[in-house]
């Protein structure tokens, strides 16, 4: 499966854009559920694998942009870079390795 696609596709499970509040974690991390509430795992396991990638980028980018003094963060600007850093790192796990020989980098 293809990087550029699961980012694709998985952008489709989160809102576009958030305003950041004081209590940055939980507000990724309830949107991460709902997105997750979404997905099949048993059928979907490549959206189940890029949701948790999704948001395991999510906090250090908004991070970077909360420091740009922005309040209003589209989420669908996060850089392919992120996460594929983070679909490698999770996929690195033993459980994935059939997925791993699938993944293709861009």
């Known amino acids: 499966m293809k990087c550029s696609i699961l980012l694709e596709q998985i952008k489709e499970y989160w809102p576009s854009e ?15 559920w ?5 997905i099949d795992d048993q059928t ?8 948790w990638a999704f948001h395991q980028a999510l906090e250090p980018f908004v991070q970077t942009e909360m420091a740009k003094g ?14 594929n850093k983070q679909m490698l790192f999770n996929l690195e796990e033993e459980c ?4 791993l020989s699938e993944y293709i980098q861009e």
């Not at 709902?34 to 979404?38: F, H, K, V």
């Not at 979907?44 to 949701?51: E, F, I, M, N, V």
């Not at 994935?96 to 997925?99: L, P």
């Open 18 to 32: 958030i305003i950041v509040t004081e209590d940055l974690e939980s507000q990724l991390n309830n949107l991460y």
């Open 34 to 38: 709902l997105a997750d509430s979404n």
């Open 44 to 51: 979907q396991d490549w959206l189940s694998l890029s949701a």
């Open 70 to 83: 922005k309040k209003f963060i589209s989420l669908h600007q996060l850089p392919m870079k992120l996460f």
């Open 96 to 99: 994935w390795a059939t997925e």
